[in-house]
């Protein structure tokens, strides 16, 4: 046990974790970060996994990141830059030549697109934009504000009465025909939205594929047009609904805010596991690491999983049974099974031919043709443990940025959807470590079908499984989210109701990760929030 007692000591090191600790730093307050890992950044890393080939080991794409975060922390003074994808979306359709459809580049160019398999959807997209962008817009305001806490109506105190304000006043803006959108985007399915707009199926499966991105269910499952809508109130450069690739992976985003903390006088701690939650008093005062260390602190914040952090960091005695309970129901589990490829050289689809470096190898490349398509890659994996015709995104970063791989040579990420958290439940007597390999010979399989000779340029590969993603990272169940982003854990329930202000139910124990409001996707938004009331405790206090 060291004499210094920290202000606050903040569980992992990743984006969020970061981002608290920088403006608790900001605002005079003595921090300290202790991360398990040997690097900082949680999942939003870049590292080695061929020799010569670097690629962002998990969180692969850049959208969602709060452009006040990139501000108040500095991140392009720190080095980060933001290159735009020339489309947001190619969609390979089958092996025949002309056979695909690119989304993005501007309005008219995607409406060209369109109008190759529906006049009438090219039509209809305008309508469509407009419809998100008013619902992004009550979003974007959504998610910077604390949920009030609506579990305990007695409470009247100015900040949380100002906020429920805000939040209404957001709505109350709205037309009663864009209210209903909201509602719609709020409970209902990505596939009953997109099949009442549109009637071709490319343009239906680009949309719809937002709706599935870590989250192991159907594009038919009601809650899933809300999965849709999450992924796309980002903006990238000041260009809102773009996505873009970071230079230098992921982990750029989470070393420069690393940067801009030690800045701040923050003590980031590596290799140090916790092991518990120190509570005294009733009062979280400090953690425990994994090798009897205690880091002192008058207060503590975690940016873990909730379920990890209530059934492995925190005794269950300081929490009450139900809390507990709701705990062990949170639902966690994405779906995803991870990949990083080594190539020799690019992809050549069979729609669109060519190795040379094009604009649609620098766009998220999504093999996934339908809804239909990935309403099967649902139920097979939830009755086989995986889909044996899976939705898998490619993205090749390497095309904008030669700093990952050899001259000459490429990386690409492949993000693939679905695979089932629990395989036991399907293929008893089995883990993930059973199954890793094949399934990773699948994903490439499926790239193959549409760009012959895919599998024979990949000469190195590191694949990871939900399993392998809640051992490296702490996901639990693989979840990408910190949980799943249902109506029962959004808002004013995420984690659970009378806990989505930020504060546990242990007195000076807080939540600064993707399990608290408002979810998942590398933003920063739970860090900076948090902060916001975590200070505001400290106010009280003095």
């Known amino acids: 046990m060291t004499s210094r007692v920290f202000d606050a000591v903040l569980i992992g090191g990743g984006h969020n974790g970061l981002v608290c600790a920088a403006y608790l730093a900001a605002a005079g307050l003595d921090v300290c970060v202790c991360e398990r890992r040997d690097v900082v950044g949680g999942a939003a890393v870049t590292e080695a996994f061929h020799p010569g080939f670097r690629n962002s080991t998990a969180s692969y794409t850049v959208s969602l990141l709060d452009p006040q975060v990139i501000r108040d922390l500095r991140l392009a003074e720190h080095g980060l830059s933001i290159v735009e994808r020339p489309y947001a979306n190619f969609l390979p359709l089958s092996a025949r030549e002309g056979d695909f459809l690119k989304v993005g580049g501007g309005l008219a160019a995607t409406q060209a697109e369109v109008a190759k398999f529906s006049a009438r959807d090219a039509e209809a997209l305008p309508g469509y934009y407009a419809m998100l962008d008013r619902v992004a817009d009550v979003l974007r305001d959504l998610v910077h504000r604390t949920p009030p806490d609506v579990a305990n109506p007695e409470r009247r105190d100015l900040a949380s009465m100002l906020e429920a304000w805000k939040t209404l006043r957001s709505f109350r803006a709205l037309t009663l025909a864009e209210r209903r959108d909201v509602v719609d985007l709020f409970t209902k399915s990505a596939g009953e939205i997109l099949d009442r707009r549109f009637e071709s199926a490319p343009i239906k499966a680009a949309f719809g594929f937002d709706a599935v991105v870590g989250n192991f269910a159907s594009p038919y499952a009601p809650g899933s047009a809300y999965v849709l809508l999450h992924h796309v109130f980002g903006e990238v450069n000041g260009r809102r609904g773009q ?228 051992r490296e990272f702490g996901l639990t169940g693989g979840d990408i989210f910190h949980g799943a982003l249902g109506l029962d854990q959004l808002y004013a329930t995420r984690p659970a109701l009378g806990a989505a202000n930020y504060r546990m139910p242990v007195r000076g124990l807080y939540l600064c990760g993707a399990g608290a409001h408002p979810g998942g996707g590398v933003t920063g938004i739970p860090g900076r929030n948090a902060a916001r009331e975590i200070l505001r405790d400290a106010r009280r206090r003095k």
């Open 243 to 470: 996505w873009g690739h970071a230079k230098g992976g992921m982990g750029a985003i989470t070393q420069a805010m690393a940067r801009e903390c030690v800045a701040r006088g923050v003590a980031i701690r590596t290799g140090a596991a916790v092991a518990r939650v120190v509570v005294k008093g009733g009062r979280a005062c400090g953690v425990e690491l994994e090798g009897g260390d205690v880091v002192e602190a008058k207060r503590v914040v975690a940016n873990v999983n909730p379920k990890l952090l209530f059934e492995r960091l925190v005794d269950p005695a300081h929490v009450d049974a139900d809390f507990r309970a709701r705990m062990a129901g949170y639902r966690c589990g994405s779906g995803t099974f991870r990949m990083n490829v080594a190539l020799s050289a690019l992809p050549d689809f069979a729609c669109l031919p060519g190795r040379a470096a094009a604009p649609h190898h620098a766009s998220g490349i999504v093999i996934a043709p339908s809804l239909a398509y990935m309403e099967r890659a649902y139920f097979d994996a939830k009755t086989s443990g995986w889909s044996r015709e899976p939705i898998v995104e490619v993205l090749i970063p390497s095309v904008v940025d030669d700093s990952l791989a050899p001259p000459g040579m490429h990386v690409a990420s492949l993000f693939c959807q679905h695979a089932h958290p629990d395989v036991a439940s399907a293929r008893p007597g089995t883990t993930w470590d059973d199954h890793r390999d094949e399934v990773a010979d699948l994903m490439i399989d499926t790239v193959e079908r549409m760009a012959p000779g895919f599998r024979a340029s990949v000469i190195g590969r590191r694949a990871l499984s939900p399993l392998d993603l809640e």
